[in-house]
Nanobody
Framework: QVQLVESGGGLVQPGGSLRLSCALR???????VGWYRQAPGKLRELVAT???????KYADSVKGRFTISRDNAEKTVFLQMNSLKPEDTAVYYC??????????????WGQGTQVTVSS
């Protein structure tokens, strides 16, 4: 059974840092991994993505502050978040996209981890 298990969320003061982790279990043929977030009353939005070709994409609101990376050996994806702002408060979700020739692209999601930025 495919599982994406996030960890590392919590409460942090403005200007602080957090590092989110996402363990990818029983998942293969990954094309891209990413982090998304959803704040109360808002739609889920892209935060950062990383393809197997090492192409990254960031939301304008987090550029220069957040960094997505992965450890292929450990099958873990990270999101380093620095200079956090109250508007970064949201539930953060890990995402993985798999692709196999001749088969539909599939999308997998973690259960989410809460990040709260507040003094």
């Amino acid at each position: 059974q495919v599982q994406l298990v996030e960890s590392g969320g919590g409460l942090v003061q403005p200007g602080g840092s957090l590092r989110l982790s996402c363990a990818l279990r029983n998942i293969f043929h990954i094309y891209a991994v990413g982090w998304y977030r959803q704040a109360p009353g808002k739609l889920r939005e892209l935060v950062a993505t990383l393809t197997t070709d090492d192409i990254t994409k960031y939301a304008d609101s987090v550029k220069g502050r957040f960094t997505i990376s992965r450890d292929n050996a450990e099958k873990t994806v990270f999101l380093q978040m620095n200079s956090l702002k109250p508007e970064d408060t949201a539930v953060y979700y890990c995402n993985a996209v798999t692709t196999v020739p001749g088969a539909p692209v599939r999308d997998y999601w973690g259960q989410g981890t809460q990040v709260t930025v507040s003094s």
